[in-house]
C-alpha cells in the first residue's frame, strides 16, 4: 500500500474521523463538533484536493448522515472510511 501522507497524519485523520462520528452517532441525537475537530475540518477545507473532500464527509457524519465515501480519496482512506462507515451502519441495527 503506497503510503501517501506521514503516519501521524493518517492517525490524525482517523482521530478526526472517529469524533465526527461520535459527534453524529455517539448518543441520540447528533451533537456539536468541540472547537478542536471544528478547526482540523476547516483546515482541511483550505487544503489540496482530495482534502477538502475529506473534510465535506466529515461534517457530514457529524450531523449524523452516512454518506458514501467519496471516490476522490487514495484507497487506503476509502477503506478507512467504509470501515467506519460500516461500523456506524452495524451499531445502528
Same mark, same amino acid.
Given at each position: 500500500m503506497r503510503n501517501w501522507k506521514p503516519p501521524q497524519f493518517a492517525q490524525a485523520i482517523q482521530q478526526l474521523s472517529i469524533a465526527c462520528a461520535q459527534a453524529g452517532f455517539g448518543q441520540a441525537q447528533p451533537q456539536d463538533l468541540d472547537p478542536g475537530a471544528e478547526s482540523a475540518l476547516a483546515q482541511l477545507?483550505? $487544503?489540496?484536493?482530495?482534502?477538502?473532500? $475529506?473534510?465535506a464527509f466529515r461534517r457530514r457524519l457529524a450531523t449524523g448522515e452516512l454518506p458514501p465515501v467519496p471516490s476522490t480519496l487514495p484507497p487506503e482512506l476509502q477503506k478507512h472510511f467504509a470501515q467506519l462507515w460500516d461500523a456506524i451502519r452495524e451499531s445502528r441495527k
Open positions: 477545507e483550505k $487544503l489540496p484536493a482530495p482534502l477538502p473532500d $475529506l473534510a
